[in-house]
Structure formats: structure tokens, C-alpha cells
């Protein structure tokens, strides 16, 4: 009988060490799931609230269309893509005018169609002003522009360049929407605009930013 006891009392300890050992693994959950939900709520606090992230944005300055002022056949071209330019300098000839730059620039497109007519106005070559280069993001008006202001301190992402960040400031923020096409709709919702946000950064710095890469912007609030 005293060693049944014996052998019964064993099976308690066990059980109740086993007991003690679920609770702890609980009580350890518990506290990472605590900690878990600190630190998500200190990334929301630090982050999302202090910061205000743009995802569709490119770099971009406005393009410059040389056309003839007279309709005429193409007779020459003296650029090619990605020629530097001076100013003044001649780009084409189109019957026996010559069209020339007004700044100096990057050629960034060419109609490399001898022999075409091209009517007045028609593009023949496009240019950029390097200097006017800016990161272009297209903000939703409820996703924080309120909180924006001209010379606010910015970074921002280029996807040609991975894991390297870049830092600007608020340039410009567009005083019109973009304007969309007319659309009829039953709903009582109303669309949402978008605001073209520029931001300004040291060109001398970042020389390998080109027209058209695709980038991301955070803008940061204080």
C-alpha cells in the first residue's frame, strides 16, 4: 500500500509540473504578444503619424517642345537622344528654317523621320531642363496634403537605385487637381482628387537621377 501511495503521489508531482510548465509557456505568450502590440503602437506613433509616404511619384521636369514655325519637310537633324545641348544651338532643319533651343538641356526625344512634312507646331525634338528636375508624387487630397507645406524636410526611394535613400525638401505643392474624365456614377461618393506634390533636392549629389525613374516619397511632418 505505501509504495501504491508512493507511485500516486510521483503521477501527482508530474502532472502538477506539467501544470506549471503550460502556464509559464502562457504566461511567456502572453508578455510577447503584450510586447508585440507595444511595439506596433510605438511604430504607428513614431512613424505613420510623423510621416506621410507617397508611393506613385517619378522623376520629372517639364519637357520642351521644339517645333518649326513654319510647315516645311524635315531636311536635317543635328541631335540624337541623350545629347547635351547649349543654348541656342540648332536641333534640326525643317525646309529652309533651322529650329534652335532657347536653354540649354538633355535631348530626350528625336522624330527621326527625314524627308516628313511637319506642320507648325509639330514636335520634332523634346529637351529637358536638367536643373528643373524634381520627384513629381500624385497625392490623394485625404491621405494627409493638409499637413504639407513648402520646405518641409522629405526622403525618398528611386527604384533603379535600391536601398539607397535620397534626401529633399517640399518644393511645390500644385494648386490644381488633376482633372480626370467625366464620369457618371449612381453612387453618392465623390471622387477622390489627386495633388501633384515636387520635391527639391542637390542635383549636384544625385547626378545619375533621370527623367521618368520611378520613385517613392516620406514626407515628414515636423
Request: charged fraction near 20%.
Amino acid at each position: 500500500m505505501a509504495q501504491e501511495t508512493t507511485h500516486k503521489t510521483e503521477q501527482e508531482h508530474k502532472k502538477e509540473a506539467g501544470d506549471g510548465s503550460r502556464s509559464n509557456i502562457l504566461i511567456i505568450g502572453g508578455v510577447v504578444l503584450g510586447l508585440l502590440a507595444l511595439a506596433v503602437g510605438l511604430y504607428y506613433v513614431l512613424v505613420v503619424q510623423t510621416r506621410i509616404s507617397i508611393d506613385k511619384s517619378e522623376v520629372s521636369a517639364p519637357v520642351i517642345n521644339l517645333a518649326p514655325a513654319n510647315p516645311g519637310v524635315l531636311k536635317e537633324l543635328y541631335v540624337s537622344e541623350g545629347d547635351t545641348v547649349l543654348p541656342f544651338q540648332p536641333v534640326a532643319r525643317v525646309g529652309d528654317a533651322l529650329i534652335k533651343t532657347q536653354t540649354g538641356g538633355i535631348v530626350i526625344s528625336v522624330q527621326n523621320t527625314i524627308g516628313e512634312i511637319f506642320a507648325p507646331s509639330q514636335t520634332v525634338v523634346q529637351m529637358i531642363d536638367p536643373s528643373k528636375l524634381r520627384i513629381v508624387g500624385h497625392l490623394d487630397e485625404d491621405k494627409g496634403l493638409d499637413q504639407i507645406h513648402v520646405g518641409q524636410d522629405a526622403s525618398f526611394t528611386v527604384d533603379a537605385f535600391p536601398g539607397k535613400k535620397f534626401d529633399g525638401t517640399v518644393y511645390s505643392i500644385s494648386e490644381a487637381t488633376h482633372q480626370n474624365d467625366v464620369v457618371f456614377n449612381i453612387s453618392d461618393k465623390r471622387e477622390v482628387k489627386q495633388f501633384d506634390i515636387k520635391i527639391g533636392y542637390d542635383q549636384n549629389a544625385y547626378p545619375e537621377l533621370k527623367q521618368g525613374m520611378s520613385a517613392k516619397i516620406v514626407i515628414y511632418k515636423k
